[in-house]
Structure formats: structure tokens, C-alpha cells
């Protein structure tokens, strides 16, 4: 199994990024898909998750209206599209998933900075 994600960088207060996640070695169209994050010196916060066929997504209150998963079972991808980024979305992103044995995979993540 294998997770890549893709597509952080410095963005500027109210500006948007899109992030991806390239699976590999596992039958992503089955899977649900999750984001996750770490911001400096705090925990990892869920962010939201995208079930298997696309259909439904959950998502934190904290950006809820702000940002939106979709997936693309063709391209074994995951996107986490941010709008409206305030400075406290400042982490490294990740993307994860479970197996049905309760393993869970992860990418190395992707860096968001919301700075001015």
C-alpha cells in the first residue's frame, strides 16, 4: 500500500490549494478514504472522509463549507480541495485509510502554510 500525497505549498490568507493523494497497491475503489492533519505542536485532527464510491463525505466543523473532498476511482486519487485557508490551517496534510483488518496507511504528508 502506498499513499502520495501532493499539491501543498504558501498560500495567502482567503486563497485556495488543492491537495491530491495517489494510492497504490490496494483496491482504493473499495476503500474509505480520510484526511488528516498536524499542526505545529498540536495532535492530529481529522479532518474529513470520503466513502468508497465518492457519494459521501464527513467533514470537521472546523472546515466545513471551507473545504471539499472528491475522488477520482479511475485515477486511484483522492483530493482535498481548501478554500477560504485561514492561518490555522497550517499543518501537513495527510491522506489515510484502513484495511479491513483495522491496519491503517499513511502518506508522508504535504506541507500547508497560510501566511501573508
Known amino acids: 500500500v502506498q499513499l502520495v500525497e501532493s499539491g501543498g505549498g504558501l498560500v495567502q490568507p482567503g486563497g485556495s490549494l488543492r491537495l491530491s493523494c495517489a494510492a497504490s497497491?490496494?483496491?482504493?475503489?473499495?476503500?474509505?478514504m480520510t484526511w488528516v492533519r498536524r499542526a505545529p505542536g498540536k495532535g492530529l485532527e481529522w479532518v474529513g472522509d470520503i466513502d468508497s464510491g465518492g457519494g459521501r463525505t464527513n467533514y470537521a466543523d472546523s472546515v466545513k463549507g471551507r473545504f471539499t473532498i472528491s475522488r477520482d476511482n479511475a485515477k486511484n486519487t483522492v483530493y482535498l480541495q481548501m478554500s477560504s485557508l485561514k492561518p490555522e490551517d497550517t499543518a501537513v496534510y495527510y491522506c489515510n485509510t484502513r484495511d479491513v483488518l483495522g491496519t491503517e496507511y499513511w502518506g508522508q504528508g504535504t506541507q500547508v502554510t497560510v501566511s501573508s
Open positions: 497497491g490496494f483496491s482504493f475503489s473499495t476503500y474509505y
